[in-house]
């Protein structure tokens, strides 16, 4: 049977698994830059905080990526990972 069916990822799936390699990588990095120094972080991206003050309602907003050679290392993992299942 060559047309047979296969199921879509999701893209929740992706993000979830995206999400988990790059904690697990920046906790791993975190307890292994005193003993490799070239683990540190070596970039920071990301929106400043920007605040919309409604007098009833305050929102904030903004995001900062930082990315290390484990952040990397475990987005790639899971992008791997996701590719597998």
């Known amino acids: ?8 990822k999701s893209l929740w799936l992706l993000f979830v698994l995206l999400l988990v390699g790059a904690l697990v990588g920046d906790a791993l990095g975190a307890i292994l830059i005193p003993y490799l120094p070239l683990l540190k972080p070596f970039t920071s991206i990301g929106l400043a905080p ?15 990526l930082t990315l290390g050679p484990m952040t990397a290392l475990g987005l790639l993992l899971g992008y791997f990972l996701y590719r597998k299942l």
């Open 1 to 8: 049977m060559p047309n047979a069916y296969k199921p879509q």
């Open 50 to 64: 920007a605040t919309a003050d409604l007098h009833f309602l305050r929102l904030t907003f903004g995001f900062t």
